[in-house]
């Protein structure tokens, strides 16, 4: 099948490599010129504007936008809006906000084009591991893009069936979800990194526990000199709070136990901040969410180890690096 990928980053770049590996032609653009030269290749195209991408697609055309949340997307998709033709889509891939989606749906759906918001979960792993996608959208245009969203899962992998789901969507278990309608991917996916936050941060304030439990206000028999990185390593054999997030800390624990590369600003992308207004607006109580995106925002004024082991993790899973000038 034929995609159009607009934005090559760390995400984007390697969508394009992993549906070539799954035998899909790209055509792709990015401002970057060096980045469409990285890809170029049999299956890779590139092209010179949005306008050039479009007109190398044969119909019905497909675009994933994979660009930052805001005035990029925007002029992404409202370029594409301006020469795409009914029967094509738009898929954006990016971490933009779910009202937003619902907004840019009804104005190309006023032209016949669809549109797909795909919460796109897999950071810098993702063209090994797969990508865990969260879609909204047309049905119709949905399945129209199946091969699509196949290439990008992971698969089933070696992950053993869940008791009971027998009848369910089988393509959830290969890691990819039609959520619903116009919108309710992207809030999936919203839910889920604001999730993330409260995941990051139990594990981060845990280890700081670990970390001080040698320190000299304690009395003497109850210091502890605990090698964190080891524990990081045997809680990932067999322990109830194994994860992935858990797998990254031990790596990075592993390169550096003092993440000494590491300040501890922790800066937040949006979907934490999305996902407490939706508790605000639903009233529904989302304490240890809110708390962990508060923590961000206190770990740019006062940072401690805690801090540097969420920096750590942002690092490995989404190569975030800290902000320049941070302390």
């Not at 139990?202 to 090698?227: V, W």
Request: aromatic residues 6%.
């Amino acid at each position: 099948m034929q995609l159009g990928v607009v934005g090559l980053g760390r995400m984007g770049g390697n969508i394009v490599r992993r549906l070539v590996r799954g035998g899909h032609q790209c055509v792709v653009f990015d401002r970057n010129a060096s980045a469409i030269a990285a890809l170029a290749g049999h299956d890779v195209i590139g092209a010179r504007d949005i306008g050039e991408l479009c007109q190398r697609l044969d119909s019905p055309r497909a675009v994933w936008v994979m660009l930052p949340a805001g005035e990029a997307t925007e002029a992404a998709v409202h370029a594409l809006g301006a020469v795409l033709q009914p029967g094509d889509c738009v898929i954006d891939g990016g971490n933009a906000f779910y009202k937003d989606d619902i907004r840019r749906a009804a104005a190309l759906k006023a032209k016949g084009i669809d549109y797909i918001d795909c919460g796109t979960s897999g950071g810098v792993w993702g063209l090994e591991r797969g990508y865990s996608l969260m879609i909204g959208g047309a049905k119709e245009a949905v399945e129209r893009l199946d091969a699509i969203f196949s290439a990008l899962a992971p698969g089933k992998g070696d992950s053993a069936a869940t008791p009971g789901r027998q009848g369910r969507d089988p393509r959830v278990e290969r890691g990819y979800m039609h959520c619903g309608p116009s919108g309710a991917g992207r809030f999936v996916k919203m839910v889920h990194n604001g999730i993330e936050y409260g995941l990051m941060q139990a594990y981060a304030e845990g280890f700081n526990i670990l970390r001080g439990a040698a320190a000299d206000h304690l009395p003497k028999e109850q210091r502890f000199q605990l090698d964190v990185a080891d524990i990081a390593e045997v809680w990932r054999r067999g322990s109830v709070i194994a994860s992935w997030l858990l797998d990254l800390t031990a790596m990075a624990l592993a390169e550096d136990p003092g993440l000494a590369h590491y300040a501890g600003v922790v800066e937040d992308s949006g979907e934490g901040r999305w996902t407490v207004n939706a508790a605000v607006e639903e009233a529904v109580p989302a304490e240890v969410l809110s708390a962990a995106l508060y923590a961000r925002f206190r770990s740019r004024e006062q940072a401690d180890f805690a801090d540097k082991i969420l920096s750590a993790m942002r690092n490995k899973f989404g190569g975030h690096l800290e902000q320049a000038g941070a302390p």
